[in-house]
C-alpha cells in the first residue's frame, strides 16, 4: 500500500463507472466469478501543481471477503510514467482511498490516472477502463545538474599507485625477456601470450579489490566501463597474436618484422612487431592506474569543437554501441569514463570526421575538427 496522506475535499467528481470481472479466489472454493462495478472518483480539484497530491478513490460493488487485495493503477503525464502502485482494499471494504504525490518536476500538461487490474494475491485481473485526466501546472526555475564526478577515496588511490609501480616492473621483465629472441623465434609469441593471461588475471584482481573498498554503487558502472576497456586491449592483443600464428603456418614464412619498420618509439625497435600490441596494452593499464591517482577520479570532460560549428557528436568505445550527444559543436561531453574513446562529427554538407581520443596519453581532453566539403 502506498503511504501518503488523504484528505477529503467538499466537492467529489465521479468521472466513470468501469465494469471487470473478479476472478474466483483460491481460498473460496467452488465460488463462481461474478461481475462488479468499480467507480473511479477524483476528490482533488482539476488542476494540480506539481509537488501535491492527486487525490481520489476507488469504489467497489461489493467488498472483498479476503484480505490481501489490492487495486492497481497508473499514473503518466507528459515523457512521465510514474509506474504501477497496487491500493489495498481491505476484507469487508468496498473503498480504496489514494492520496498520490505528483514529483516536484513533473511536467506541466495533461496527466491520467489508469486503472489497470485487481490483484486477489494470487492472481492478476485484467480492467478494462478509460484513462481519468486531470491537469498539472509545472514549476519553473527548477535546477538540475549536469554532470557528475566519481571521485576515488585515498585507499582506491594507493591501490592504483601500488598497481601502476608493479605494472613498470612487468613491463621491464617483459622487455628483458623478449631481448632474448630473435624474429623468427616463436618462443617469443608464447612469453607474450603468458604475459597478458597474467595481467588479465591482475586486472580482475585489482578491479575487484577497487570495488571492495568502496561501499557505495555508485562508481559500480564507470569502474566497469574503466576495467573493461584494459580488459578489451590485452584481449585485442592476444587475438593479434594467434592471428600471426595462423598466418604463420598457412605461409610457411615467419610473420616478424622488425619493430624499427613500424611506428613503436626508439626504446622498443628492437623487439619484434607482435610485441608491439601487447606493451601498448601494458603501457595502458599502467597510464591509466596513474591518471586515475593523479586525477582522484574516472571520469573526465572532453571538448569538441569543430569549423563550421552545428555537427553532431556520436561516441563510443571499441566494439559499444553508439551514445548520441544531445548538444552539437561547440560543446563538451561530460563525465566520460577514463577509456579509449571514438567521436564521430557529423554535418550536413561535409565529409564525416572520426577521430579517436586516448585520455592517458593526450595532454588536454580537447578534439579540434576542420569539416571539409566533399
Not at 13 to 25: A, N, V, Y
Not at 73 to 81: A, K, L
Not at 195 to 213: H, M, P, R, V, W
Not at 297 to 308: A, G
Amino acid at each position: 500500500m502506498r503511504s501518503g496522506r488523504y484528505s477529503l475535499l467538499r466537492h467529489t467528481r465521479t468521472l466513470c463507472i468501469l465494469t471487470f470481472l473478479f476472478g474466483s479466489p483460491n481460498i473460496i472454493g467452488g465460488q463462481q466469478s461474478a461481475t462488479a462495478t468499480l467507480t473511479l472518483t477524483v476528490l482533488s480539484p482539476d488542476v494540480v501543481k506539481a509537488g501535491e497530491f492527486v487525490s481520489f478513490e476507488i469504489k467497489l460493488d461489493k467488498a472483498p471477503t479476503f484480505t490481501g487485495g489490492c487495486v492497481r493503477f497508473i499514473i503518466y503525464g507528459p515523457s512521465t510514467n510514474l509506474g504501477a502502485t497496487c491500493e489495498d482494499v481491505p476484507a469487508g471494504e468496498r473503498v480504496a482511498k489514494v492520496s498520490y504525490h505528483i514529483p516536484v518536476t513533473g511536467k506541466a500538461g495533461l496527466w491520467y490516472i489508469r486503472v489497470t487490474e485487481f490483484w486477489t494475491g494470487t492472481e492478476a485481473i485484467p480492467l478494462k477502463a478509460e484513462p481519468i485526466p486531470f491537469q498539472v501546472i509545472g514549476n519553473e526555475g527548477l535546477v538540475y545538474p549536469t554532470s557528475a564526478e566519481i571521485k576515488i577515496n585515498p585507499s582506491q588511490i594507493q591501490l592504483f599507485r601500488k598497481e601502476a609501480i608493479n605494472l613498470q616492473g612487468h613491463i621491464q621483465s617483459l622487455k628483458s625477456e623478449l631481448a632474448n629472441y630473435n624474429n623468427k623465434d616463436e618462443g617469443a609469441k608464447d612469453v607474450l601470450q603468458r604475459n597478458i593471461l597474467q595481467a588479465l588475471q591482475s586486472l580482475d584482481s585489482t578491479e575487484k579489490t577497487f570495488l571492495g573498498l568502496e561501499s557505495r554503487q555508485s562508481q559500480q558502472s564507470t569502474a566497469t566501463v574503466f576495467f573493461d576497456d584494459i580488459r578489451l586491449s590485452y584481449r585485442d592483443a592476444l587475438s593479434e597474436l594467434k592471428k600471426r600464428k595462423n598466418a604463420r603456418h598457412i605461409s610457411g614464412e615467419p610473420q616478424w618484422i622488425a619493430v624499427s619498420q613500424s611506428t613503436a618509439s626508439p626504446q622498443d625497435r628492437r623487439y619484434p612487431v607482435s610485441a608491439a600490441d601487447a606493451l601498448r596494452a601494458f603501457e595502458q593499464n599502467e597510464l591509466a592506474y596513474e591518471k586515475a591517482a593523479d586525477t582522484q577520479s574516472l571520469v573526465f570532460d572532453l571538448t569538441v569543437n569543430s569549423n563550421p560549428s552545428g555537427a553532431s557528436i556520436s561516441y563510443r568505445r571499441r566494439g559499444d554501441p553508439v551514445h548520441k550527444n544531445p548538444d552539437q559543436t561547440n560543446t563538451v561531453i561530460k563525465s566520460l569514463p577514463y577509456a579509449l574513446w571514438i567521436v564521430l562529427i557529423q554535418k550536413q554538407g561535409y565529409r564525416d570526421e572520426e577521430r579517436e581520443h586516448d585520455p592517458y596519453r593526450e595532454p588536454n581532453h580537447v578534439i579540434n575538427v576542420e569539416l571539409h566539403q566533399p
